[in-house]
Nanobody
Framework: QVQLVESGGGLVQPGGSMTLSCTAS????????MAWYRQAPGSQREMVAE???????FYTEGVKGRFTMTRDMSKNNVILQMNDLKVEDTALYFC??????????????WGQGTQVTVSS
């Protein structure tokens, strides 16, 4: 069984910083790309950032230069460092990971979500 456990989140003022962490675990599985998504009320879930097994990162246009995603392969842990936060960054943030077993069967998994609220 694959689990993604997120931490971080909360309330921050505009211009502030916040760090989100996600650790993936599971027996007899391998993890591929890991990503952060977010969903604001009334909006579709969107990818914020992704890091591949090789360390290649992708950022959605609105967070480039402000958010940084890093990955510790040995711990299956990803960090999303968010700087210069804006009100429009307010959303429920989800960790996502692709995992596959030795038979080659794979699937995407989700964390429970952590709320980030940017407000003065």
């Amino acid at each position: 069984q694959v689990q993604l456990v997120e931490s971080g989140g909360g309330l921050v003022q505009p211009g502030g910083s916040m760090t989100l962490s996600c650790t993936a675990s599971g027996s007899r599985v391998n993890f591929g790309a890991m990503a952060w998504y977010r969903q604001a009320p009334g909006s579709q879930r969107e990818m914020v950032a992704e890091v591949s097994n090789g360390g290649t990162t992708f950022y959605t246009e609105g967070v480039k230069g402000r958010f940084t995603m890093t990955r510790d392969m040995s711990k299956n842990n990803v960090i999303l460092q968010m700087n210069d936060l804006k009100v429009e960054d307010t959303a429920l943030y989800f960790c996502n990971a692709y995992a596959w077993n030795n038979a080659g069967s794979g699937s995407y998994y989700w964390g429970q979500g952590t709320q980030v609220t940017v407000s003065s």
